[in-house]
């Protein structure tokens, strides 16, 4: 079991640039999570799926955020345009929906827009 | 919001055991409380979860009051790896009737030699 796959693990983009990160989650897991972290704000849950179906986007910033996941093995999180308070370690998780809800995450993607 | 309360730093010496406390105060009868950690750079790492009863697996212990309002993670045996962020969560109901972790701020614990 290789894990939730990220990529890529390092991306530094220019203010105003399209970005879009990749999540592989376990296969089985029916559940695939998109997370961000920061030093300020902590752990903030972005978007959630179950099956592939969008569940809870409410903690999208903004509309130039999306999200999506067209097959059980892999999701895209993309930003257009981005800025630099976009700044963070985005963070994929999955799980499965029986009755152990641990979540396994990702590496991480650390976004740095200049 | 998150549920949970913890101390925002802890030392402990390397070899002895970590207890890390976490207060709950507001959890309902059916909500879980769970534990993870995250070492720097990684991702956050599951560690153990329970609802009532104490828990211990092979990473951890976990102790919960018989009132439920707080609750104590015990690393038995510390060792300078075992220096990260901990994060203590209440599993709350979601909006599709599943279950989603709220994160606080978390401990950081730091194993001393």
């Known amino acids: 079991d290789a894990g939730v796959i990220q990529s890529p693990r390092h991306e530094v983009t220019e203010m105003g640039q399209e970005v879009t990160l990749r999540c592989k989650p376990i296969?089985?897991?029916?559940?695939l999570f998109w997370y961000r972290q920061t030093m300020m704000r902590g752990l903030e849950l972005l978007i959630y799926?179950?099956?592939?179906?969008?569940?809870?986007d409410s903690g999208m910033p903004e509309d130039r955020f999306s999200a999506k996941m067209p097959n059980a093995s892999f999701s895209t999180l993309k930003i257009q345009p981005s800025e630099p308070r976009d700044s963070a370690v985005y963070f994929c998780?999955?799980?499965?929906?029986?009755?152990?809800?641990?979540?396994?995450f990702g590496s991480g993607t650390r976004l740095t827009v200049v | 919001d998150a549920k949970t309360t913890q101390p925002t730093s802890m030392d402990c010496a390397e070899g002895r055991a970590a207890n890390l406390p976490c207060n709950h105060s507001?959890?309902?009868?059916?909500?879980?409380v769970y534990w993870y950690r995250q070492i720097h750079s990684q991702g956050p790492q599951y560690i153990i979860h329970?609802?009532?009863?104490?828990e211990t697996n092979e990473m951890a212990s976990l102790i919960i009051t018989e009132d439920r309002k707080s609750s104590t993670l015990i690393l038995p045996h510390a060792t300078l790896r075992d220096t990260a962020v901990y994060y203590c969560?209440?599993?709350?109901?979601?909006?599709?009737?599943?279950?989603?972790?709220?994160w606080g701020a978390g401990t950081k614990l730091i194993i001393k030699p």
């Open positions: 998780a999955s799980r499965t929906g029986g009755r152990y809800y641990g979540y396994t």
């Open positions: 296969s089985g897991h029916d559940y």
């Open positions: 799926f179950n099956n592939n179906v969008p569940i809870d």
């Open positions: 507001t959890i309902s009868g059916n909500e879980y």
């Open positions: 329970g609802l009532k009863n104490n």
């Open positions: 969560i209440v599993r709350v109901l979601g909006r599709d009737s599943n279950y989603q972790l709220i």
